[in-house]
C-alpha cells in the first residue's frame, strides 16, 4: 500500500520569497514520486518527478524537490515565489515506472499556494 | 508538447439520464488512460486504467456498471456515467500514458459534470 500526506492545506507567500511545500510518502516498496500542478477548472500539469535516479530533481517554472529517503520526504521548493505559481499543487506517488499498471497514482490532499504582492 | 483533450468541458444533465466523457490524446498514442474523480476542494482518486482493446480495470468501491469505461483506440478513451444522480456529480479528469515514453503521462483538462 502507497499514502502521501501533504502538510498544510493552505501555504501563503509573499512574491520573492522561498516556497517550500511539504510531502511525506509511505511506500512498501521504492516509490516514484510526482509534483502535479492544478490551476483552477484545469487538469493537472507534472512539475517534476523522481524515478530513482539523482535525489535533487529539477522541474518546470524554477521548481525542484529533494527525495530523502531516511525521512520519506519528497518536498517541493522554489526560491523566489512569483504571482504566477498561485495554484494547487499535488505530490502523488507511485510503486511502478513500466509495464501496464504504470501510473496508478495515489495524490497528496493537495495544497493551495497563495502569493501575496 | 503532448496534449490530451477531453469533451465536453462541461455538461449539465437531469437526474436518470447518462452522459459520455471523451479523452483523446491529440499528439501520441496511448495504450494506457486513466479516470480520475475529483470532489471540490479535495484530492484525485483513480476510479480505474483504460487498456486499449482490453476491458477496465476498476478501483475498489468503483461500480463499473455505473462509469461505462471503454477503450476503442489508442487515442480515445470514454467514461460514460449511466443513469447519473446528483452524487455523480464532479470534476472528471483523464490521463494518458505516453506509448513512447513509458514514465510520462499526461492529463485532460478535465470535465465538470453537474446532475440536476
Known amino acids: 500500500a502507497q499514502s502521501v500526506t501533504q502538510l498544510g492545506s493552505h501555504v501563503s507567500v509573499s512574491e520573492g520569497a522561498l516556497v517550500l511545500l511539504r510531502c511525506n510518502y509511505s511506500?512498501?516498496?521504492?516509490?516514484?514520486l510526482f509534483w502535479y500542478v492544478q490551476y483552477p477548472n484545469q487538469g493537472l500539469q507534472l512539475l517534476l518527478k523522481?524515478?530513482?535516479?539523482?535525489?535533487l530533481v529539477k522541474g518546470i517554472n524554477g521548481f525542484e524537490a529533494e527525495f530523502k529517503k531516511s525521512e520519506t520526504s519528497f518536498h517541493l521548493t522554489k526560491p523566489s515565489a512569483h504571482m504566477s505559481d498561485a495554484a494547487e499543487y499535488f505530490c502523488?506517488?507511485?510503486?511502478?515506472?513500466?509495464?501496464?499498471?504504470?501510473?496508478?497514482?495515489?495524490f497528496g490532499q493537495g495544497t493551495i499556494l497563495t502569493v501575496h504582492p | 508538447g503532448a496534449v490530451v483533450s477531453q469533451h465536453p468541458s462541461r455538461v449539465i444533465c437531469k437526474s436518470g439520464t447518462s452522459v459520455k466523457i471523451e479523452c483523446r490524446s491529440l499528439?501520441?498514442?496511448?495504450?494506457?488512460m486513466f479516470w480520475y474523480r475529483q470532489f471540490p476542494k479535495q484530492s484525485l482518486m483513480l476510479m480505474a486504467t483504460?487498456?486499449?482493446?482490453?476491458?477496465?480495470?476498476?478501483e475498489q468501491g468503483v461500480e463499473k456498471d455505473k462509469f461505462l469505461i471503454n477503450h476503442a483506440s489508442l487515442t480515445l478513451s470514454t467514461l460514460t456515467v449511466t443513469s447519473a444522480h446528483p452524487e455523480d456529480s464532479s470534476f472528471y479528469i483523464c490521463?494518458?500514458?505516453?506509448?513512447?515514453?513509458?514514465?510520462?503521462?499526461?492529463f485532460g483538462p478535465g470535465t465538470r459534470l453537474t446532475v440536476l
Open positions: 499528439d501520441f498514442q496511448a495504450t494506457t
Open positions: 511506500s512498501s516498496v521504492p516509490p516514484y
Open positions: 523522481y524515478t530513482s535516479a539523482a535525489t
Open positions: 483504460s487498456n486499449e482493446g482490453s476491458k477496465a480495470t476498476y
Open positions: 490521463s494518458a500514458r505516453d506509448d513512447r515514453a513509458a514514465d510520462t503521462q499526461y
Open positions: 502523488a506517488v507511485s510503486t511502478d515506472a513500466g509495464g501496464t499498471s504504470y501510473g496508478k497514482l495515489t
